[in-house]
């Protein structure tokens, strides 16, 4: 049998841009010298409460960590169209969004955040890299609305940034 693919009318394309599938971090020896300690840290903790799944967990993290830094992230696309937002393979309906909102303080934050109104999807965050936010505000203000107060990043994306995660 063979599998159908799902069509989708994404509708008429308005602005396109690439970002990173995730940040690319210049991480110091230092970094990664703090990071073993507290992964070795942990993994004795976790072995000495014989809790093994964390202990996997922490290897885990450990060697994802290693294979980003090695591995350099692929380039996905994103889509404002006329019915929705493409971001590499997900589209997403502006009837599934709530708001958007853009926080803008360049050179190192520019991000696009697309809340949901499902509360299983979560906010997304999309680096707008060198795109004009007020090119970006202009063509999704006729189809969803904008949340003027959120303008700075979320604490996730400033964790990520700090610690370089």
């Known amino acids: 049998m063979a599998e159908e693919q799902l069509q989708v009318d994404i509708g008429r394309p308005v602005l396109e841009w690439e970002v990173d599938e995730y940040p690319k971090h210049d991480r110091s020896k230092y970094w990664y010298i703090i990071g073993a300690v507290v992964g070795v840290f942990l993994v004795i903790y976790a072995i000495s409460t014989a809790n093994f799944l964390f202990a996997v967990i922490i290897l885990m993290l450990g060697i994802v960590t ?24 997900m589209y997403y309906d502006y009837e599934a ?23 299983w999807q979560p906010l997304i965050s999309i680096p707008l890299e060198e795109m004009d936010p007020n090119a970006i505000r202009e063509n ?26």
């Open 66 to 89: 290693l294979l980003s830094t090695f591995l350099p992230p692929d380039r996905i696309v994103v889509i404002v169209t006329t019915t929705g937002v493409v971001v590499g393979d």
């Open 97 to 119: 969004i709530r708001d958007f909102s853009i926080a803008y303080d360049p050179p190192e934050v520019k991000y696009l955040y697309l809340e949901f109104h499902s509360p």
């Open 140 to 165: 999704l203000l006729p189809f969803c609305f904008e949340n003027l107060d959120r303008t700075e990043e979320s604490l996730t994306d400033v964790m990520r940034r700090m610690y370089k995660l």
